[in-house]
């Protein structure tokens, strides 16, 4: 089994947005879309288009993908190292595990929280009906700023800034919400028959097609839960 190093932290719950809070992401979004500007434009994409964000436990990386005009598919803008996450490789079971959850999840306006005790966050949504399905418990598990984290992604604040600002923009440009996709590692073929045998394969197998659908198609399935497994449409 594959760990990740366990790094303390208190998880507290996002707060309400406030007049100060505003201001604080206002400033923030303006100052991030100016510095990925030209990065933006050189990729043909644009701040407010629809996101998607997949992440890999085993790699600790994450990936923001935008929507192109142009395609009308998802494309890489950029992969951002995980400064800290915390418990082993396998799905998240219960409340102070210290496990990052692994599956698929949502995240709509009010789950963005520019207050955070970690300089900015949003909530993934843990647990989803999947998780519930399978009386996994738990709260409160974000992607943050910071460098330390348990059950959590930290991104570190400069990171965060980007991240936040162009998961914003979409909510702003009209996406309800925008998915969440976390991974063990990265689901070929070849790292997948390394993990037969392991006692998650069985749900490895049901994330893999999660994973190969978006691979195939370059945009994120609509996922539902049928019978305690995840289907992708």
Known sequence: MRYLPLLLMTILPACDKNAHGQVRETDIITEAGVSMKDALAEKKLRIGSPVFIRAFKEQRVLELFLKSEISGEFELFREYPIAAASGELG????EGDGQ????????????????SN???SFNIGYPNKYDRAHDRTGSFIMIHGGSASIGCLAMTDEKIEEIYSLCHAAHEGGQAYFR?????????GERMKEAAGD???????NLKAGYDYFEEKHLPPN???RNKAYVFE
Not at 180 to 188: A, E, L
Request: proline letters at 12%; glycine letters at 4%.
């Open 223 to 225: 996922v539902k839960v």
């Open 180 to 188: 969440v996709h976390i991974f063990p590692f990265r689901m070929t």
């Open 118 to 120: 970690y300089h900015l």
């Open 100 to 115: 990052v959850p692994e599956g698929f999840y949502y995240v709509g306006p009010r789950a963005m929280n520019p207050n």
């Open 91 to 94: 799905p998240k079971f219960a």
């Open 199 to 205: 006692e998650h394969y069985a749900f490895w197998e």
